[in-house]
């Protein structure tokens, strides 16, 4: 008989969207890779839902708060349904930019110093020098994110409004100019460094991740090979240091001005990457020689509880 896969998707945070189309995306793929499926798109009722269905394993293709975040995974433990992805703690952590980075820092992975502050206070004036970026704590796919640039005189008014939904604080960082890198991690090994360019956006937003043509992904990236090992060590080193499991996908800008000796900085860990057909995983896993079904059998065979 064969494998039963609960895939989750949709959810209740902004980024239904996403968890859509790469739970859909997702659900396809194991379907041909022979496994029964159910798409299960998530509400609040999810654990009377998956107690009436008693999925094999729940492969979560949610994205943002509720689902990445700990929650979705605390109550596939409580009905003890092997899932993907990471486990309760690890997923907490990564989903907090700010703790995330305090744990990758102690594992000797390099990251920016951070302000966390107010969003008000953020609004009335520069709280570091320019140019600097304003990050949510805890959202995923570039929401909310804001680029202050060297000749900005005021902060990013968006920071004033009343419909802002991304939390009453908020991360400054230091710019940092150069590359977008980014290196997946599958179960203990690195795959290859992707180098993201994106095409007519100001940084990798949510329409140069998610609209056709809005990036181009460079596998793999034209970048030294001592820069690509300096991404990949520190890839691992973050995984492991926040206690992730299955697939994860951490960033990183690489300043090149100066050669392979550059600042490079960790930005973040994803426990739960995109997979939609524009998303990255995917593509670096095709790099390495995994098709997109071969990645998700291998995601489902890894799927576990008291991960």
Not at 34 to 60: C, Q, Y
Request: with cysteine; glycine share 10%.
């Amino acid at each position: 008989m064969s494998v039963h896969v609960a895939v989750l998707l949709g959810g209740l945070s902004s980024e239904r969207p996403v968890s859509l189309s790469s739970g859909n995306a997702c659900a396809d793929a194991l379907e041909a890779e022979g496994f029964r499926v159910t798409r299960v798109d998530v509400g609040r009722d999810i654990a009377g839902v998956l107690s009436e269905l008693k999925p094999d394993v729940a492969f979560n293709a949610l994205h943002g708060p509720f689902g990445e975040d700990g929650t979705i995974q605390g109550v596939l433990e409580f009905l003890e349904i092997p899932y993907t992805h990471s486990g309760v703690l690890a997923s907490a952590l990564a989903m907090n930019k700010v703790k995330a980075k305090l744990v990758a820092k102690a594992a000797g992975v390099p990251v920016l110093d951070t302000r966390v502050v107010a969003r008000r206070e953020a609004a009335r004036a520069h709280v570091i020098p320019t140019p600097y970026v304003v990050k949510p704590i805890a959202e995923g796919s570039s929401f909310g994110v804001l680029i202050v640039r060297q000749d900005q005189a005021h902060p990013p008014q968006q920071l004033h409004a009343s419909d802002w939904t991304f939390g009453e604080e908020v991360m400054v960082e230091r710019f940092v100019p150069g590359r977008e890198l980014t290196c997946a991690v599958m179960g203990d090994v690195a795959l290859p460094v992707c180098e993201i360019t994106t095409e007519g956006h100001a940084f990798y937003d949510y329409d140069s991740k998610y609209l056709p043509g809005g990036s181009r992904h460079v596998i793999p990236a034209e970048i030294p090979a001592a820069v690509v090992k300096r991404v990949q060590e520190a890839s691992l080193a973050a995984h492991k240091a926040i206690g992730c499991r299955g697939v994860t996908r951490s960033d990183f800008r690489f300043d090149d001005r100066g050669g392979e000796r550059g600042e490079l900085v960790w930005l973040e860990i994803n426990t739960q990457p995109g997979m939609t057909p524009t998303s990255l995983v995917p593509d670096i896993a095709r790099a390495s020689g995994h098709s997109f079904g071969e990645l998700l059998a291998w995601m489902v065979r890894d799927a576990s509880c008291r991960r």
